[in-house]
């Protein structure tokens, strides 16, 4: 009976510690995976090519169908509804945005993900550089000739890439 209930404790602790908790998907990560192998390579590019907004969605320029209906009937391969929908609001979020970070970010900094993933964190005070502490807010108001409009532009984008 002991050998059976050390067995049973020692599974019991290799299960928790290995337990991770669900995350929402990368919405740039399943881009990558389950759109660019047949799509432009970047999510970005894609919007700007293939997507037109209609009556509030997101629809095919070729098919004429509403993007997350044509995800629900398999197109991309996606795995789960939250997969489909992480996709939908993601396209949404590029259509919607504009391409300030394209035109005038991008000629001295890398990808806007990889650039607030890597060097940015979301506080209590909002937007910060990960290792200088400044409050990127202020910092964009004076930084990369970057209008009143579209520093605040910026802004919200970096931040939402920040929470991935």
Do not use: W
Request: proline share 1%; net charge positive.
């Amino acid at each position: 009976m002991f050998r059976f209930s050390g067995l049973l404790a020692s599974l019991l602790i290799t299960m928790v510690a290995n337990f991770q908790p669900a995350t929402a998907a990368d919405p740039h990560a399943l881009y990558e995976k389950r759109c660019a192998r047949c799509h432009a390579s970047h999510g970005g590019m894609f919007v700007r090519q293939s997507l037109i907004k209609k009556d509030g969605n997101l629809i095919g320029v070729e098919t004429r169908t509403e993007i997350g209906d044509l995800m629900r009937h398999g197109h991309g391969h996606l795995k789960s509804s939250e997969d489909i929908e992480t996709m939908v609001r993601h396209l949404s979020a590029i259509f919607n945005g504009s391409a300030v970070f394209q035109t005038k970010c991008l000629i001295c900094h890398e990808r806007a993900v990889t650039l607030a993933r890597n060097r940015l964190i979301n506080t209590q005070n909002g937007l910060r550089g990960r290792y200088t502490g400044r409050d990127m807010e202020l910092f964009l108001n004076s930084h990369g000739r970057l209008e009143d409009d579209e520093a605040g532009i910026v802004l919200e984008m970096l931040a939402r890439q920040v929470g991935g």
